[in-house]
């Protein structure tokens, strides 16, 4: 999908183009602020992978209010806790992690925290960052590559990702204005 010029916004900030799923769980106050703009259905954003723009589309909306709503979403974004700007990844989840990556073939490739469609974070191999991307490199033989969009970042900063209960668990910081999910997948 082309964006419009006015869609063009920092990696930091929801666009057009930004998957409705990620928005709900990642803007605080975001199912509000949809459900005022007349997309009441931000259940059904779990079962597809629609981005805002067409959602917007889907239920009417003006350009106009559909930039409305992208500036309301982005003012409750950054009104959100600052965050660090880091992952970290314990020696047994590094481990846990190369072990993976050898057995299904994918050394040299790194890992992605995203959301995935169903609302929670999932790790998946990636053969680069995407753009904007920041890229978290732990050392070791080979060593494991965590990539995070800045979106993503600004609301798991300092989350940790470990290896435990026959899984990996994503650790958000006590303060965290985010309920943590049981852990992490996808990989």
């Not at 964006?3 to 709900?24: F, H, M, Y």
Request: charged share 25%.
């Amino acid at each position: 999908m082309k964006k419009r010029k006015s869609d063009r916004r920092p990696e930091s900030q929801i666009s057009g183009a930004t998957r409705l799923t990620e928005i709900v769980v990642l803007v605080p106050g975001a199912a509000e602020i949809l459900s005022a703009y007349g997309l009441h259905c931000v259940s059904c954003v779990w079962r597809t992978g629609e981005t805002l723009e067409e959602g917007c589309l889907a239920h009417g909306s003006s350009a106009e209010m559909t930039a409305e709503l992208l500036d309301d979403l982005n003012r409750a974004l950054a009104k959100a806790s600052a965050r660090k700007e880091t992952i970290e990844v314990t020696p047994a989840a590094v481990a846990g992690l190369r072990a993976i990556a050898l057995q299904e073939k994918r050394s040299g490739q790194g890992l992605a925290v995203i959301v995935d469609e169903g609302g929670s974070f999932c790790l998946e191999f990636r053969a680069a960052p995407e753009a904007g991307d920041r890229a978290f490199v732990f050392k070791g033989k080979p060593p494991v590559s965590v990539f995070v969009s800045p979106l993503v970042l600004r609301r798991i900063g300092g989350a940790v990702i470990d290896a435990r209960d026959g899984g990996f668990k994503l650790d958000l910081p006590e303060d965290a204005d985010l309920a943590a999910p049981g852990s992490i997948g996808c990989i």
